[in-house]
């Protein structure tokens, strides 16, 4: 009988999952779908005819996942609003969750293909910036997983974030044309298309029933069409959905103007609709002027909403029942324009009294805010906004004056509080403040990490968690273990279940810790030692395969993947290389225990001082490595256009993970989180979700530096001088002046005066102020690294200890504390 979560009682090509099975559904793919046979075949024709018999076998458990939605009436359902979900290849996890990864390696080998090349020739769509869009692609994981009804809504870019290359140091830009080979996990669903308008102006006019309503006449309509990607939970049973729209114009051409010749004009309209889904924003952008981010804002959560309403009437259930079918999650302030787009569904799309639609939307949404930095906190111009959604504004106006009314009732006489709260930012020019809209849209509202969510409650939010506490709440971030160890370090994964057993890939938070028992067996110590090396030694092969750099895979491996950012500090990681290398030019002779230091991330295109960043990294690892005196003990490689598939090959070769963030800036990171469930330990600040790793895997088992939040306020406060750090530490005075006498420009003084400038006469983010902290800590690093049992152990127990951060634990949160949904699997 075959196994699998298909049909289990008849062999069938598309259900079949044994070895032999397979091999025939893959062959039937490459002649009927893609037109060739294996000799014709090529390296995309093998993935697709892979790709689409595995996606056959996820379609009992996807289809059975539609109708779990649109048929129970008292089901509960998620609704993940978010601009991005970064959701990687789709191949390997696929395997992985349905388990049908040996038998279909043997069918592959006997075709003489490798499953393992298929899975990484594939271009994963990056649907995403960075953590954020990530973070939504592991809640989906995780909803799957532990059977929580969800759907996924999102925008279906036709180009997703830029690929990076590097020229000459350089970041460079390329558009990232990730469905130019077609995506085989997806299917259109016209039938459920939507129009969405967009301009145009409001009128009022009295129904039949003598009441005054509100009309909009949007300028223009655009086509939201929907292509569904399955997301399938480990163990191939429960399939959920994400739902991502693209843009196409309603009428295909202006018929009028291609017969009297004007053909340009006929097609011009076509063109100008497809553009509202064509690219993904890059984060870190300032947002003046972006009126097409408002209009794809705007365009996904309008159709995700429409559908949501198509569901609650085809299960004919009442308009004032809405929230107990979707509990509707924000993933930050880009789709926030929602509460407004559902009052106007509502109360003029279906005639509701406001106040009832109003108490039908605040309990629908929930809010989910992931910043800190003012700067990143969405604002619209009211003149922008009103000119894209004019009966938005106006009910955004009709919102914020019934919210300040209670105000100003809790709060008598209190102006400044009622101008603080409110909706629209009164200085100049007038803007709507998206996050509170959000927050004054929804029951509930949290951080990502718990430090987070209390500098929310004492500074950014301070305000609105005076006046409704009870909306505040935290939930800390979590990443899947399934793609994170799983998948990405499948020779870890085999090692620690043949100790504990396999129930930690679902159960990670439960079982994990079981691992704790082997932390000082010699046997198991000298195994995970191998395991690391060799995952070590396969991104060396990586390295020297794209960059030409040789990475020595007996060094200790200290990486720093992430968006390159001033508040992330890479900048601060390069002064302490430059330091370490000063020191062996000072010494030559002396012992330096070999050290590979690895860089990887994109910048903002248009973000000066990160590119600039990249670059001195460049042009560091270049005096670095090239120096015979360093004799390649010390090397820095930057790893190009890293994502999550690069991710994938790099954590699990880390030693030593730096989040150095500056502390009060990072909301919570996640990347701290998949270096650590791979075994590499913490070089950290007290700065987002750090705080709690370091809690649980023990302040001996992660190394700390730096000021805490508390205190960056306080040096702020009183003056905070860079200068006096440059002039009183020489080593970081050294570090410095190189840079600035062209040490690492052939003598150019120029090129990286704008960095060494702001560090000594602004410094925002107080690189130089942890410099000495980072320095002595990076001392305690080298000497547990030579002290080879113990640090195998502090790697042992960050794996063994960090249950907590599994999306699991997260997804239970939510459902527990915002959803009020029970999970129907774990
Ligand atoms: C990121 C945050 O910067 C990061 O700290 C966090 O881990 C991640 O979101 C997931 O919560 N854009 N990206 C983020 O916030 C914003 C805004």
Redesign the pocket.
Known sequence: MPKGPGNKSCHNVRTDCTAPGLRQAVLDNLYYVSGNTPVTASAQDWYDAVAYCVRDRMLKAWNEGIERITKALDLRAVAYLSAEFLIGPQLGSNVLALGIAEPLREALATLGQDLDAIVDGEHEPGLG????GR?AACYMDSMATLGVPAIGYGIHYEFGMFTQTIRDGWQVEMADKWLRQGFPWEIVQHEFAVEVGLGGSTETFLDAGGRLRVRWNPEKRILAVPHDIPVIGYGGTFCNVLRLWSAEAVDAFDFGSFSSGDYGKAVEEKILSETISKVLYP?DEPYQGKVLRLGQQYFFVSASLRDMLRVQQMLGKPLDTFHTTFAIQLN?THPAVAVAELMRLLVDGHGMEWERAWAVTTKCFSY?N??LLPE?LEKWPVELFGGLLPRHLEIIYEINRRFLEEVRAAYPGDEGLAARLSLIDEASPRSVRMAHLAVVGSHAVNG?AALHTELLKTHVMQDFAALTPQKFCNVT?GVTPRRFLALCNPRLAACITSRIGPAWINRFEEEIGKLEAFADDPGFQAQWRGIKRENKAALSALAEKHLGVALNPDAVFDVQVKRVHEYKRQHLNILRVIALYSAIKRDPGAEFSPLAVLFGGKAAPGYFMAKRVIKLIHNVAQVINGDPDVGGRLTVAYIPNFNVRVGQVVYPAADISQQISLAGK?????GNMKFGINGAVTMGTLD??NVEMRQCVGEENFFLFGLTAPEVVEVKRNGYDPRAYAATDPVLGQALDMIASGAFSAGDREIFRPIVDNLLYQDEYMVLADFASYMHCQALVMEACRDTARFTRMSILNVARLGKFSSDRSIRDYCRDIWNITPELG
């Open positions: 910036n960075g953590g954020l973070l984060n930050d989910t992931h910043t990143a990502v971030n990072e909301a919570s990171g996640t987002g979700a």
